[in-house]
T-cell receptor, first 114, second 113 residues
């Protein structure tokens, strides 16, 4: 199972773009990269998922280089409400029950300041 | 509300007592997961159901823990003879076969005193 490494914490200011990088050197061929956001006392919330190159949705972008050994979650123009913990997960979404195989690390605690 | 719901949101119990939590997944989701999360840590996988079948249990799930999903809809997680180390947030999530995104409930925070 691929292990991920992320910065423990990051600070930013309102209106800035925030990039959180995750390392996953042992990513397997069938593994996808998934990011979740978690606010205090709430369950995690899916943000974005990708396999290679770039994925964009209404919330964020995910950049994955060709070797797939890392990925970067990009949050454009953050606001105070983006203050949360962000988890990077690597796993195979094709097999049944894939989510049970995901290893959740400590995540990155993002603090957005006014 | 069509999201994952968990009940109760908070539970305080005395050591040695039994507790039971309930999870109602999104109705069309056949996959259901239980996780445990302690302060400052990421969620840890406990067990997984595909419909009513419990297909996997983590080694974290000691004999005092049991989970059921009798009709493939809601699920219960019971902890017998609770210990202080059981204090944590217990999260339930569900997903469908067609979508790898897991939807989480707001969790049940258990405090064992």
């Amino acid at each position: 199972l691929a292990k991920t490494t992320q910065p423990i914490s990051m600070d930013s200011y309102e209106g800035q773009e925030v990039n959180i990088t995750c390392s996953h050197n042992n990513i397997a061929t069938n593994d996808y990269i998934t990011w979740y956001q978690q606010f205090p006392s709430q369950g995690p919330r899916f943000i974005i998922q990708g396999y290679k190159t770039k994925v964009t949705n209404e919330v964020a972008s995910l950049f994955i280089p060709a070797d797939r050994k890392s990925s970067t979650l990009s949050l454009p123009r953050v606001s105070l409400s983006d203050t949360a913990v962000y988890y990077c997960l690597v796993g195979d979404p094709i097999n049944a029950g894939n989510n049970r195989k995901l290893i959740w690390g400590l995540g990155t605690s993002l603090a957005v300041n006014p | 509300d069509t999201g994952v719901s968990q009940d109760p949101r908070h539970k305080i119990t005395k050591r040695g007592q039994n507790v039971t939590f309930r999870c109602d997944p999104i109705s069309e989701h056949n996959r259901l997961y239980w996780y445990r999360q302690t302060l400052g840590q990421g969620p840890e996988f406990l067990t997984y159901f595909q419909n009513e079948a419990q297909l996997e249990k983590s080694r974290l799930l000691s004999d005092r823990f049991s989970a059921e999903r009798p009709k493939g809809s809601f699920s219960t997680l019971e902890i017998q003879r609770t210990e202080q180390g059981d204090s944590a947030m217990y999260l339930c999530a569900s997903s469908s076969d067609l979508n790898t995104e897991a939807f989480f409930g707001q969790g049940t925070r258990l405090t064992v005193v």
